[in-house]
T-cell receptor, first 116, second 114 residues
Framework: DGGITQSPKYLFRKEGQNVTLSCEQNLNHDAMYWYRQDPGQGLRLIYYSQIVNDFQKGDIAEGYSVSREKKESFPLTVTSAQKNPTAFYLC???????????????FGAGSRLTVL | AQSVAQPEDQVNVAEGNPLTVKCTYS??????LFWYVQYPNRGLQFLLK??????LVKGSYGFEAEFNKSQTSFHLKKPSALVSDSALYFCAVRDGNGGFKTIFGAGTRLFVKA
């Protein structure tokens, strides 16, 4: 079945450590996204990528980094510069075009990061 | 810049009654509008979208939404609520003039009481 796989589901980090969240999709989607979810603030866009080897900052990119070396993969690194990294992180993908599924975001199950 | 407002943090409705979850948006180009639902500790699931065409859009699980350009609104509705509809609902907007950036509202928690 096609979908998006995020790993790990739960992650604990000590202050000062970088961590990388994995996001893999087998939907053949061109665009991929990372969102952060905090209670009462909805989803906030961290980074997005429209094609391989290209990505753009979202509204809260500071303290995060991404890469898009393959169409299927869009890992997110939470660096020590991110002052409040405890949150639920969601990866998504989409494809343009005219079909019924076009432009719709397909989400992974999420990764919950907790800083100790 | 794009933005989405969901003015209600929470909506309470009795089972069998109609429900409305409100959404207003701001985007410079043509709006692509979406509704998603989230159950606890899960990713979001797509409900419906407006890209072009009829202002009344029908989606999954009996939900529908009406696009109102003059009021820049895209309210989610259902004629008869079910207890199982209780969840967190998100409205989202994307600039249809070539942009891929999709922005979400803060979410509205729907409680349907039996």
């Amino acid at each position: 079945d096609g979908g998006i796989t995020q790993s790990p589901k739960y992650l604990f980090r000590k202050e000062g450590q970088n961590v990388t969240l994995s996001c893999e999709q087998n939907l053949n989607h061109d665009a991929m996204y990372w969102y952060r979810q905090d209670p009462g603030q909805g989803l906030r866009l961290i980074y997005y990528s429209q094609i391989v080897n290209d990505f753009q900052k979202g509204d809260i990119a500071e303290g995060y980094s991404v890469s898009r070396e393959k169409k299927e993969s869009f890992p997110l690194t939470v660096t020590s510069a991110q002052k409040n990294p405890t949150a639920f992180y969601l990866c998504a993908s989409s494809t343009p075009g005219g079909g019924s599924g076009a432009n719709v975001l397909t989400f992974g199950a999420g990764s919950r990061l907790t800083v100790l | 810049a794009q933005s989405v407002a969901q003015p209600e943090d929470q909506v309470n409705v009795a089972e069998g009654n109609p429900l409305t979850v409100k959404c207003t948006y701001s985007v410079s180009g043509n709006p692509y509008l979406f509704w998603y639902v989230q159950y606890p500790n899960r990713g979001l699931q797509f409900l419906l979208k407006y890209i072009t065409g009829d202002n009344l859009v029908k989606g999954s699980y009996g939900f529908e939404a009406e696009f109102n350009k003059s009021q820049t609104s895209f309210h989610l509705k259902k004629p008869s609520a079910l207890v199982s509809d209780s969840a967190l609902y998100f409205c989202a907007v994307r600039d249809g003039n070539g942009g891929f950036k999709t922005i979400f509202g803060a979410g509205t928690r729907l409680f349907v009481k039996a």
